[in-house]
Nanobody, 120 residues
Framework: QVQLVESGGGLVRPGGSLGLSCVAS????????FGWYRQTPGKQRELVAS???????TYGDSVKGRFTLSRDNAKKTVHLQMNSLKPEDTAVYYC??????????????WGQGTQVTVSS
């Protein structure tokens, strides 16, 4: 059984920094896209940042230049460093991974979500 376990998040003042980490565990053959999405009430979940197994990085337009995603394949971990945070970054952040679990089927998995609140 595959699990994505998130850590980090919390309350931070505007202009501050915060880090989120996600570890994948279970019967994992391979991970392709691995990253973070976020969601606020009444809105669709949106991409924050994601990186493929080949190292191709994608960032949401609203976070470019402020957030940095890194990946450790050996540890099956991604880390999202969020700098210059704004109130509009407030959301529940979800880890997401495209995982090959049985050698033939790719499946998207989600973490349980972690709250990030940017407020003075």
């Amino acid at each position: 059984q595959v699990q994505l376990v998130e850590s980090g998040g919390g309350l931070v003042r505007p202009g501050g920094s915060l880090g989120l980490s996600c570890v994948a565990s279970g019967n994992i053959f391979s991970i392709n896209a691995f990253g973070w999405y976020r969601q606020t009430p009444g809105k669709q979940r949106e991409l924050v940042a994601s990186v493929t197994s080949g190292g191709v990085m994608t960032y949401g337009d609203s976070v470019k230049g402020r957030f940095t995603l890194s990946r450790d394949n050996a540890k099956k971990t991604v880390h999202l460093q969020m700098n210059s945070l704004k109130p509009e970054d407030t959301a529940v952040y979800y880890c997401n991974a495209d995982i090959l679990v049985d050698g033939s089927t790719w499946t998207y998995y989600w973490g349980q979500g972690t709250q990030v609140t940017v407020s003075s």
